[in-house]
């Protein structure tokens, strides 16, 4: 099926849906959502794109389950993924449109640091083996709001460049190197780690944000396992033709990915922070 017909077939909170938050046209969308709540930056990419194809349209929150079949998934070994009911990874943005016999659609998360990352582990997701989306994986590109420009002229482009060709353009606007792109990624999954131990004990009701924070390092986690995989270079260099042995240093990588455990987060209490930093005060003296 194709991912016009796919995504269009998702139905939304506006018919009593559960699959999205909003799916139809692009121009209804903006129209019935107050501009102060939506980003300045993604309103004016989207007002962009709409002015250039009002026929595009826009799937706002789309949400699926957790592929726990997919083998990318099994190899990353993290079972807290699989702890989660329901359909926990979220979509923030798909801007999707057909021009010319083509269909194209493109993920958007909001700009923050890291974002970028996190987009590439929901196009990742969303392309895995065992996905609806699997045979669209050349029609999908990720990219993060870092500007209005950036996200009209992606949209663009993948109705004029491959997918795989713009896809690599966008990674290499934010990392040279697999080395910048784990260093980034375990800045964010320590933030989140410190974040976590912060919040959650004040929390009465922590669902949501634990979910968040397992997502958010799964995704990591896909993404340096992932990146490191289809990286031929390695392959031949580091691995001499060896795929056993590139996968099993992928692993790695994504074992590296810093976390609290499921259980854990549901067990922190108030002041458990507080006694932690004093009891690792001590040890140091």
Same mark, same amino acid.
């Given at each position: 099926m194709?991912?016009?017909?796919?995504?269009? *077939? +998702?139905? *939304?909170?506006?018919?009593?849906?559960? =699959?999205?938050?909003?799916?139809?046209?692009?121009?209804? /969308?903006?129209?019935?959502? !107050?501009? *102060?709540?939506?980003d300045p930056v993604i309103h004016e990419a989207f007002a962009v794109i709409r002015d250039e194809d009002p026929e595009t349209k826009i799937c706002v929150g789309l949400r699926t389950d957790v592929n726990d079949s997919a083998i990318s998934n099994q190899i990353i070994r993290y079972k807290d993924i699989s702890k989660l009911s329901g359909k926990p990874i979220v979509y923030p943005y798909i801007v999707y449109g057909e021009k010319n016999g083509q269909e194209r659609a493109l993920i958007v998360m909001p700009a923050g640091k890291c974002n970028y990352i996190y987009a590439?582990?929901?196009?990742?997701?969303?392309?895995?083996?065992?996905?609806?989306?699997? =045979?669209?994986k050349n029609e999908i590109v990720a990219v993060a709001a870092d500007?209005?420009?950036?996200?009209? =002229? !992606? /949209? !663009?482009?993948?109705?004029?460049? +491959?997918?795989?060709?713009?896809?690599?353009?966008?990674?290499?606007d934010v990392f040279k190197s697999y080395e910048e792109l784990k260093a980034a990624a375990m800045e964010a999954a320590e933030a989140q780690v410190k974040e976590c131990r912060e919040i959650l004990p004040e929390l009465s009701d922590r669902t949501s944000t634990i979910y968040r924070y397992v997502v958010n390092w799964f995704l990591l986690k896909k993404v340096l396992y992932v990146q490191y995989m289809v990286n031929k270079n390695f392959l031949n260099t580091i691995h001499e033709g060896n795929v056993r042995r590139q996968r099993n240093q992928a692993k790695l990588h994504a074992d590296d990915i810093p976390i609290v455990s499921y259980s854990e987060m549901w067990r922190m209490q108030k002041g458990s922070l507080e006694a932690q930093e004093e009891a690792e005060a001590v040890s140091v003296e």
């Open positions: 194709s991912i016009y017909k796919i995504l269009s *077939d +998702k139905n *939304d909170s506006r018919t009593n849906g559960v =699959d999205s938050r909003f799916n139809g046209y692009l121009e209804d /969308y903006l129209s019935t959502v !107050a501009e *102060d709540e939506l590439k582990g929901l196009y990742y997701c969303m392309t895995e083996p065992g996905s609806e989306f699997i =045979d669209c500007s209005a420009q950036k996200v009209s =002229d !992606a /949209y !663009a482009s993948l109705f004029k460049t +491959k997918a795989g060709a713009l896809q690599r353009t966008l990674d290499h």
